[in-house]
C-alpha cells in the first residue's frame, strides 16, 4: 500500500500498489494542514498521520470503519513531528524536531492518554 496526502491536507488516500488501484480516501480533517508524517502498522491495518496542527490521527483500515480518524490527540510540542507505532498494542510515538517524544495510547472507545512525554535534547545556538 501507498498513502499520499493532499495539497491542502485534508485528505489522505491510500492505493495498492499491485493494482494502482485507489482503496480508501480518509479525511483529516476540514482544516488546511501540511503533513509531516504519515506510517503504517505492521500488519498495514491502521495508520498514524501528523500534521502542523500539532494533532495525531489514527486510522483504521479494516474496511469497516467510517472515513474519518477512530482517534485523534493534541501534542503541545510537535512541529514538524515524525510519528510511527509502537511495538505495544494501540501505541504510536512521535517524535518532533523542537526534541519532545511522546508516546500515545488509546483505548477501544477512542479516548488517547499520552503515557509518556520528554524532551531528549536541547536546543542551543552552538
Known sequence: M???????????????????????ELRRGTNKAHISSVAFNRLSSLLCVTSDT???????????SKSRSITKHTLSHALPSVCCFGN???????????????????????????????????LSDD
Open 2 to 24: 501507498l498513502a499520499t496526502a493532499s495539497d491542502k491536507g485534508t485528505l489522505i488516500r491510500i492505493f495498492d500498489t499491485h493494482t494502482c488501484l485507489l482503496m480508501y
Open 54 to 64: 500539532k494533532t495525531l490521527h489514527i486510522f483504521s483500515l479494516d474496511g469497516k
Open 88 to 122: 505495544d498494542e494501540n501505541t504510536v510515538i512521535v517524535i518532533s524536531s523542537s526534541g519532545y517524544y511522546y508516546k500515545i495510547r488509546w483505548n477501544d472507545k477512542g479516548e488517547t492518554f499520552k503515557e509518556e512525554q520528554f524532551k531528549f535534547m536541547l
